[in-house]
């Protein structure tokens, strides 16, 4: 009996160690989200031996290979392949097999597939032989923490809506072939990483936040003088700035950041002396200033004398470093005269003063004029809200606002619109016919975390067209036993009013059930998607304010004046009695004015 106690209780403590039997599953979307991964990713060995009956979310995490679920969804992707990279290659290769993916391989739709895992913080996709520029739809990952696309041949620019991925705290691009100048990331506040390097992105210097630990842009095309607003930055530890082409003195504070611990800024052209007065940081351990034209004596702080630090100085023009591993001095006299910027001369200096004063004048009239267009606007305000209705459709997408009237009052004037009134419809998207399957592709199949609000005449969802645009989707359900006539004739009538300063339509989609008697006919309307906030928001928002300087803000009065023209001469029957005032007014990116919630054309209630 002893024993068998024994025996019982050596079984129990075996059992309790043991790891659990898995139970969860992998939800079926993102199973076969994986699986076509597998497939577009040309199934790299890190991918292979996967089969129906894989447990996706208890595969143990290899080098190569790393899922993590979270409530049956996965939240961290990280695939290592064997693919070599741009660095480790002779510049004029050419994008084949084995060294990328095939000529078949589509990035667009390989972002397009993997976007789908809405809840991913981590995603890492390494030496994969991916190629082709990067797809704006990059930012459809909206929760996404750490981003990792090293060691791959994606090329082109960094594609802007990089910056709107508010969640970010980790970027790695190094090592692929992007070009070009990167977004403003300033607004990236998490962001505590950013790896660039071994690119050729320049020649202007990445706009980023103070909050950064770690800053590489090594080996690029930066052509600039050190910015000065790295003074700001007290949390960065790491700063690479290494072959590059900066130019101009060496700053100082930079040994003083009270953070930094590591400092590489060899292979530049960065000349002149340091003052002998900088100080270092007590944190500072690596400081590589070789191979630049600097002249002089090192500070004590990272001098000769400096025992509790590395320091590279070789190849330079110092006379405090060891002679037979510096240049004579007249080397980086002459190599910083042919990289410094030429002085003006006194011609020039005059000439920029009546330049300055010309400047001037133009900008007090603009201002006048600004005026003048300010004081028409409020008036038109004024006269719009005394016939303000209760009926119009808010542009905004708000779903209880969702109502379609024609305007009461003729514009016979308008039934030909002049060329001149045309233009400003240039350089919006094309109103076009959605497929069905193109609005279920924009909003992921309308999952529930793309649906913006809904109300009694359907619903609102976020989502993305294939070029990466971002829209609002309106979901608009009929249902009568006729479908309505002229219906097609209130669309072509929509589809009209395009103008650059109003919020346009992009296009829609029809889909009609048959249930006899009656017709089931759901109508998705896309919308431009306008969330750069309102002009009221700017102007009372400190952090926004900043954006409208008087040449914005006068900038912004002539669009409503154009937008309000537009309404109201453009399209036959002009649209009057718009609910205009500073709620309706959105900037977009370019803080360009839009109207919204202006009367559509349209003579039935959807």
Same mark, same amino acid.
């Given at each position: ?10 079984l ?31 199934y790299?060995?890190a991918?292979? /031996? ?41 510049q ?12 078949? +391989?589509?990035?667009?739709? =390989? ?68 070009? /070009?100048?990167?977004?403003?990331l ?22 980023l ?19 000065k ?5 007290d ?7 290494s %072959?590059?082409? +900066?130019? /101009? ?5 930079? =040994? ?11 292979q ?13 940081? #007590? ?49 980086? *006299? ?7 910027p ?6 020039? $200096? ?10 001037? &004048? ?7 004029v600004? &005026? ?9 305000? $004024?006269?719009?809200?005394?016939? $303000? ?7 905004? %997408? ?5 109502? =379609? ?7 016979s !004037? #308008? ?15 094309? %109103? ?9 592709? #924009? ?14 005449? /359907?619903?609102?969802y976020?989502?993305?067209v ?22 097609? *004739?209130?669309?072509e009538a ?6 650059r ?13 048959? !249930? ?8 998705f309307i ?5 969330s750069? @906030?309102?002009?009221? !928001?700017?102007?009372? !928002? ?27 001469? @453009? ?29 559509l054309?349209?003579?039935v209630?959807?």
């Amino acid at each position: 009996m002893k024993n068998f106690w024994v025996c019982s209780s050596l079984l129990f403590v075996i059992i309790s160690l043991l790891p659990p039997i898995p139970t969860a599953q992998l939800t079926p979307s993102e199973s076969r989200i994986l699986f076509q991964v597998q497939k577009l990713l040309e199934y790299p060995p890190a991918l292979q /031996g996967w089969s129906n009956w894989t447990n996706f979310c208890y595969l143990p995490p290899t080098s190569s290979l790393k899922i993590v679920c979270t409530s049956n969804r996965i939240t961290e992707l990280t695939v290592v392949g064997n693919k070599t990279s741009p660095s480790h290659l002779p510049q004029n290769f050419a994008i084949s097999q084995p060294t990328t993916l095939s000529r078949s +391989f589509s990035i667009d739709s =390989f972002f397009t597939t993997v976007t789908k895992l809405s809840n991913l913080k981590v995603l890492s996709l390494v030496s994969l032989g991916l190629w082709g520029p990067l797809p704006a739809k990059i930012n459809r990952f909206w929760s996404l923490e750490q981003l990792n696309i090293s060691s791959n041949f994606i090329s082109g620019s960094v594609p802007p809506s990089l910056a709107s991925m508010k969640n970010l705290r980790s970027i790695n691009l190094a090592d692929n072939l992007f070009s /070009g100048s990167v977004p403003d990331l300033k607004g990236l506040a998490l962001l505590e990483e950013i790896n660039l390097g071994n690119n050729h992105i320049g020649p202007a210097f990445p706009s980023l936040g103070n909050s950064l630990v770690s800053l590489i842009l090594r080996n690029n095309s930066v052509r600039s003088e050190i910015p000065k607003m790295l003074t700001s930055f007290d949390q960065l530890q790491q700063l690479d700035l290494s %072959y590059n082409k +900066f130019v /101009g003195p060496m700053p100082s504070f930079l =040994f003083s950041l009270p953070s930094l611990q590591y400092l590489n800024l060899a292979q530049n052209q960065l000349s002149g002396a340091l003052s002998l007065n900088t100080t270092c940081s #007590a944190k500072l351990q690596v400081v590589d200033v070789s191979q630049n034209l600097l002249i002089g004596k090192l500070p004590s702080c990272i001098g000769s004398k400096s025992s509790n630090r590395t320091v590279l100085d070789s190849w330079n023009c110092l006379s405090s470093g060891v002679s037979k591993y510096q240049h004579p001095y007249r080397f980086c *006299q002459k190599e910083a005269l042919a990289v410094k910027p030429p002085a003006k001369t006194p011609e020039e $200096k005059e000439e920029s003063k009546i330049k300055i004063g010309v400047v001037l &004048g133009i900008i007090g009239g603009i201002v006048g004029v600004a &005026g003048v267009i300010g004081l028409l606007i409020l008036v038109i305000i $004024k006269k719009a809200g005394d016939r $303000k209705t209760e009926d119009t459709f808010d542009s905004r %997408y708000q779903p209880e606002k969702f109502t =379609f009237r024609a305007s009461q009052m003729p514009n016979s !004037d #308008a039934r030909h619109v002049p060329q001149m009134m045309r233009l400003p419809t240039l350089g919006l998207p094309p %109103y076009r016919v959605f497929t069905l399957e193109e609005i279920e592709d #924009a909003t992921n199949n309308f999952d529930a975390s793309n649906l913006m609000g809904e109300g009694s005449q /359907g619903q609102v969802y976020r989502g993305w067209v294939r070029d990466g645009a971002g829209v609002l989707v309106k979901c608009v359900k009929l249902k009568q036993k006729h479908m309505p006539q002229n219906f097609v *004739q209130n669309v072509e009538a929509l589809s009209k009013l395009r103008h650059r300063h109003l919020v346009s339509v992009l296009g829609h989609c029809t889909v009609t059930y048959q !249930d006899p008697p009656n017709t089931a006919i759901t109508v998705f309307i896309v919308f431009e998607n306008i969330s750069n @906030g309102s002009l009221r !928001d700017h102007l009372t !928002d400190w952090r926004k304010k900043d954006w409208l300087k008087w040449p914005q803000r006068m900038a912004v009065t002539i669009g409503i004046a154009r937008g309000v023209q537009f309404l109201h001469t @453009g399209v036959a029957p002009g649209v009057f009695g718009n609910n205009l005032k500073m709620d309706n007014i959105l900037l977009d990116e370019s803080v360009s004015a839009k109207i919204s919630n202006y009367n559509l054309p349209f003579q039935v209630r959807i």
